[in-house]
Protein backbone atom coordinates (compact mmCIF):
# COMPACT_ATOMS: atom_id res chain seq x y z
CA UNK A 1 0.00 0.00 0.00
CA UNK A 2 1.21 3.67 -1.06
CA UNK A 3 0.47 6.74 -0.14
CA UNK A 4 0.49 8.96 -3.48
CA UNK A 5 0.41 12.91 -3.57
CA UNK A 6 -0.25 14.71 -6.52
CA UNK A 7 0.38 17.91 -7.16
CA UNK A 8 0.85 20.48 -10.76
CA UNK A 9 1.73 23.62 -11.75
CA UNK A 10 3.62 25.25 -9.20
CA UNK A 11 5.14 27.55 -11.55
CA UNK A 12 8.15 27.83 -9.39
CA UNK A 13 6.59 28.92 -6.19
CA UNK A 14 6.76 26.95 -3.08
CA UNK A 15 4.28 26.58 -0.11
CA UNK A 16 5.34 24.74 3.60
CA UNK A 17 1.77 23.30 2.84
CA UNK A 18 3.16 20.98 0.58
CA UNK A 19 5.42 19.46 2.71
CA UNK A 20 2.80 19.50 5.31
CA UNK A 21 0.55 17.52 3.21
CA UNK A 22 3.15 15.22 1.86
CA UNK A 23 5.00 14.33 4.69
CA UNK A 24 3.02 11.11 5.12
CA UNK A 25 3.57 10.03 1.55
CA UNK A 26 5.51 7.71 0.10
CA UNK A 27 5.70 8.96 -3.39
CA UNK A 28 5.34 12.91 -4.68
CA UNK A 29 4.11 12.82 -8.37
CA UNK A 30 4.53 16.24 -10.23
CA UNK A 31 2.39 16.94 -13.67
CA UNK A 32 4.47 19.36 -14.63
CA UNK A 33 5.32 23.18 -15.21
CA UNK A 34 7.57 22.70 -12.01
CA UNK A 35 9.14 26.39 -12.67
CA UNK A 36 12.47 26.11 -10.92
CA UNK A 37 15.66 23.84 -9.99
CA UNK A 38 14.80 24.90 -6.56
CA UNK A 39 11.27 24.00 -6.18
CA UNK A 40 11.94 20.52 -7.95
CA UNK A 41 15.31 20.30 -5.81
CA UNK A 42 12.59 21.12 -2.26
CA UNK A 43 10.62 17.92 -3.34
CA UNK A 44 13.35 15.76 -4.20
CA UNK A 45 14.53 16.59 -0.50
CA UNK A 46 11.42 15.45 1.08
CA UNK A 47 13.12 12.29 0.59
CA UNK A 48 9.98 9.85 -0.25
CA UNK A 49 9.96 8.70 -3.92
CA UNK A 50 9.81 11.69 -6.20
CA UNK A 51 8.28 11.51 -9.94
CA UNK A 52 8.13 14.65 -12.31
CA UNK A 53 7.44 15.63 -16.30
CA UNK A 54 8.48 18.81 -17.69
CA UNK A 55 5.87 21.23 -18.77
CA UNK A 56 5.24 23.51 -21.49
CA UNK A 57 6.31 26.29 -19.10
CA UNK A 58 9.35 24.71 -18.15
CA UNK A 59 12.91 25.67 -19.06
CA UNK A 60 15.63 23.78 -20.63
CA UNK A 61 17.34 22.71 -16.81
CA UNK A 62 14.00 20.96 -16.15
CA UNK A 63 13.83 19.51 -19.44
CA UNK A 64 17.15 18.15 -19.14
CA UNK A 65 15.94 16.73 -15.99
CA UNK A 66 12.67 15.38 -16.51
CA UNK A 67 11.15 13.80 -19.43
CA UNK A 68 7.68 14.95 -20.91
CA UNK A 69 5.75 11.50 -20.39
CA UNK A 70 6.25 8.91 -17.62
CA UNK A 71 4.92 5.18 -17.67
CA UNK A 72 5.51 3.47 -14.43
CA UNK A 73 4.38 0.60 -12.23
CA UNK A 74 3.12 1.55 -8.44
CA UNK A 75 1.77 -1.43 -6.61
CA UNK A 76 -0.13 -2.85 -9.36
CA UNK A 77 -0.97 0.10 -11.08
CA UNK A 78 0.20 1.17 -14.50
CA UNK A 79 0.29 4.90 -14.65
CA UNK A 80 1.32 7.28 -17.03
CA UNK A 81 2.31 10.81 -16.19
CA UNK A 82 1.91 13.83 -18.72
CA UNK A 83 1.35 17.81 -18.55
CA UNK A 84 -0.63 18.35 -21.08
CA UNK A 85 -3.09 15.36 -21.63
CA UNK A 86 -6.96 16.87 -21.78
CA UNK A 87 -9.48 14.77 -20.09
CA UNK A 88 -11.99 11.78 -20.46
CA UNK A 89 -13.55 12.73 -24.06
CA UNK A 90 -10.91 15.17 -25.06
CA UNK A 91 -7.19 13.67 -24.55
CA UNK A 92 -5.04 15.59 -26.02
CA UNK A 93 -3.57 14.77 -29.72
CA UNK A 94 -0.47 14.35 -28.32
CA UNK A 95 -1.24 11.22 -25.47
CA UNK A 96 -4.57 9.97 -27.45
CA UNK A 97 -2.81 7.34 -29.32
CA UNK A 98 -0.71 6.00 -26.24
CA UNK A 99 -3.81 5.93 -24.11
CA UNK A 100 -6.01 4.28 -26.84
CA UNK A 101 -3.57 2.08 -28.02
CA UNK A 102 -2.30 1.15 -24.41
CA UNK A 103 -4.42 2.53 -21.68
CA UNK A 104 -2.80 3.04 -18.04
CA UNK A 105 -4.66 2.45 -15.21
CA UNK A 106 -4.22 5.68 -14.10
CA UNK A 107 -3.91 8.51 -16.34
CA UNK A 108 -2.58 11.51 -14.19
CA UNK A 109 -1.98 15.09 -15.96
CA UNK A 110 -1.42 19.13 -15.49
CA UNK A 111 -1.93 22.20 -17.70
CA UNK A 112 -5.35 23.43 -17.67
CA UNK A 113 -5.33 24.16 -13.52
CA UNK A 114 -8.61 22.51 -13.63
CA UNK A 115 -9.32 20.34 -10.91
CA UNK A 116 -10.74 16.71 -12.17
CA UNK A 117 -11.44 14.20 -10.53
CA UNK A 118 -12.73 11.21 -13.00
CA UNK A 119 -13.22 7.30 -14.13
CA UNK A 120 -13.09 7.14 -18.41
CA UNK A 121 -15.23 4.23 -18.91
CA UNK A 122 -14.41 3.76 -22.36
CA UNK A 123 -10.75 3.12 -21.43
CA UNK A 124 -11.29 1.87 -17.99
CA UNK A 125 -9.06 4.46 -16.19
CA UNK A 126 -8.62 7.04 -13.60
CA UNK A 127 -7.85 10.22 -14.56
CA UNK A 128 -6.35 12.87 -12.19
CA UNK A 129 -5.57 16.55 -12.85
CA UNK A 130 -4.94 17.73 -9.48
CA UNK A 131 -5.44 21.37 -10.45
CA UNK A 132 -2.96 24.11 -9.87
CA UNK A 133 -1.14 24.11 -6.88
CA UNK A 134 1.47 27.54 -7.53
CA UNK A 135 0.42 31.63 -7.86
CA UNK A 136 0.47 31.38 -11.64
CA UNK A 137 -2.70 31.11 -14.08
CA UNK A 138 -6.52 31.92 -13.53
CA UNK A 139 -7.83 29.40 -10.84
CA UNK A 140 -9.13 30.50 -8.23
CA UNK A 141 -8.20 27.71 -5.45
CA UNK A 142 -4.47 25.99 -5.22
CA UNK A 143 -5.07 22.42 -5.36
CA UNK A 144 -3.53 19.39 -5.08
CA UNK A 145 -4.49 15.81 -4.51
CA UNK A 146 -3.62 12.56 -2.39
CA UNK A 147 -4.47 8.74 -2.91
CA UNK A 148 -3.66 5.45 -1.54
CA UNK A 149 -2.92 2.76 -4.03
CA UNK A 150 -3.16 -0.74 -2.83
CA UNK A 151 -1.75 -3.21 -5.41
CA UNK A 152 -4.89 -2.61 -7.88
CA UNK A 153 -6.91 -0.56 -5.77
CA UNK A 154 -7.55 3.18 -5.16
CA UNK A 155 -9.34 4.56 -2.30
CA UNK A 156 -9.20 7.22 0.09
CA UNK A 157 -8.84 10.05 -2.58
CA UNK A 158 -8.60 13.72 -0.97
CA UNK A 159 -9.21 16.85 -2.86
CA UNK A 160 -6.49 19.56 -1.03
CA UNK A 161 -7.78 22.83 -1.05
CA UNK A 162 -4.64 24.97 -0.23
CA UNK A 163 -6.34 28.65 -0.21
CA UNK A 164 -7.58 31.37 -2.29
CA UNK A 165 -4.90 32.09 -5.28
CA UNK A 166 -5.21 36.07 -5.38
CA UNK A 167 -3.14 36.73 -8.40
CA UNK A 168 -5.35 36.08 -10.98
CA UNK A 169 -4.33 36.74 -13.99
Request: hydrophobic residues 35%; contains cysteine; aromatic residues 10%.
Amino acid sequence: MKKIGIISDTHGHWDEKYEHYFSGCDEIWHAGDIGSLEVADRFESMKPIFRAVCGNCDGHDLRARYREMLRFKCEDVDVLLKHIGGYPGNYDPSVRSVLFSSPPNLFVDGHSHILKVKFDKTLSLLHVNPGAAGLMGWHRERTLVRLVIDGSRFSDCEVITLGRHQNIL
